[in-house]
């Protein structure tokens, strides 16, 4: 059965919701699963914006032949080419062969390594600036590289306002039926996995983001609708979809709080994180988060680092190195660029406890802008009473931090 939403006259969602996906890319967990937006226009001319992932071809194919109601589908705008948007490409061209495509140069070369046919005399390459018009509705594209691929660009309508952001304010989530930011309680709801979305599928590319931003705000008076490849569409509150942009991409926090991250391998490195997110609490800082990082998907805790601004990584050591899943964590941290936060430590070992150290060489060589607080607390085997002054020290020094 088709499924398809109007957005505005002659312009519709005509996406699908995947619900059967475990990880998205095969790496990150979608227990809410995820949409993948597509949309048609209906002018003089039918234009496509972007396809699908090969799992929703079907419902795809369903959407746009119910809309098109036997006529040719004439324009495809490929803004990106990732296959959770392209891998339909192919169907597309093999059900409309006279179907022209337009998109970036870098584009139709990413198309031909996937082993996209394109006949060239229907491929139309465009740059920043260009307009195309397909009747009623004029676009104009953005070249937006590295948001989140090379070849990516935005287009914009200039006759009803929407813009095709590519992955650039998407989201996980599955959408099931609703589709504008103000059908849902975004920040309830839909917050967190935005922020997971974003931060580890564009998180690296922060001052590519910021140049999108950059030339969406010289026409953003004309924005009316923003129309992302994944989750809602916005078509209000654009200052706070804006503003959530303007921190993830600039690397500053969202939030003044702590996140507390700790590797333990029999629960005495537990006992201490346990201990001092505590202390905290009792001391009027209660935004703190405490996550186990063996058994938290490192998609989430890279989420929750871009959230906060302090965060205390407590590892217990392990083959004299940093315990495993909490130095993938780091590396992550490092790959995403994540930057300008305060870290605190606490290190564990039962002999040669070398992991604080080893911990602190990897903020100041790898994270930039990154400070980290002292006074390291630091423990042979578990945390003692004999250790309560140097816990107390470290839950102050943090706030004097947060106060600063
Ligand atoms: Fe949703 Fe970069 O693909």
Not at 236 to 264: C, N, R
Request: charge should be negative; hydrophobic fraction near 40%; glycine fraction near 6%.
């Amino acid at each position: 059965m088709y499924s398809v939403r109007n957005i505005t006259e002659n312009l519709y969602w005509v996406g699908a919701n995947d619900h059967r996906l475990t990880l998205f890319e095969n790496i990150h967990p979608i227990p809410q699963g995820v949409s993948y937006n597509t949309y048609l226009l209906k002018d003089d001319n039918s234009v496509l914006f972007d396809t699908i992932d090969w799992s929703s071809c079907r419902q795809f194919i369903e959407n746009l032949e119910f809309l098109l109601e036997g006529k040719p589908l004439d324009y495809m705008v490929i803004n990106h080419v990732e296959p959770d948007h392209g891998a339909s490409i192919e169907e597309v061209i093999i059900r409309w062969p006279d179907i022209k495509i337009i998109s970036t140069h870098k584009a139709f070369m990413l198309m031909a390594q996937f082993g996209v046919t394109v006949n060239p005399e229907n491929a139309i390459e465009v740059k920043e600036g260009d307009t195309y018009c397909f009747g009623k509705h004029t676009v104009t594209f953005l070249e937006a590289p590295m948001v989140h691929w090379p070849e990516v660009m935005g287009t914009l309508d200039l006759t009803n306002g929407a813009l095709f952001a590519a992955d650039a304010f998407g989201s996980f989530g599955a959408l099931d039926g609703k589709l504008f930011n103000d059908e849902v309680d975004f920040d309830r709801d839909w917050l967190d996995e935005a922020r997971r979305y974003y931060t580890n599928i564009v998180g690296k590319y922060g001052p590519h983001v910021q140049r999108l931003m950059g030339k969406a705000s010289e026409v953003v008076d004309r924005i009316k609708f923003i129309c992302p490849l994944h989750g809602p569409v916005w078509r209000s509150d654009f200052e706070y979809l804006l503003d959530k942009y303007q921190h993830w991409s600039t690397y500053e926090p969202e939030v003044k709080g702590v996140m507390i991250a700790y590797a333990s391998m029999y629960g005495n490195t537990e006992s201490a994180a346990q201990a001092l997110a505590a202390r905290l609490c009792e001391k009027g800082i209660t935004n703190v988060a405490v996550y186990d990082v063996s058994n938290t998907h490192v998609s989430y805790l890279i989420s929750e680092a871009f959230k906060y601004s302090h965060i205390v990584l407590a590892s217990v050591t392990y083959n004299l190195g940093i315990y495993p899943v909490m130095h993938n964590f780091l590396s992550d941290m490092a790959a995403l660029n994540l930057q300008r936060r305060k870290y605190a430590i606490i290190e564990n070992g039962s002999w040669a406890c070398k992991s604080g150290d080893l911990m602190q060489k990897f903020i100041e060589e790898k994270l930039k802008k990154s400070e980290v607080i002292s006074p390291r607390l630091s423990m042979a085997s578990s945390l003692r009473p004999d250790k309560e002054k140097e816990l107390e020290a470290l839950a102050d020094a943090i706030i004097e931090s947060l106060n600063a």
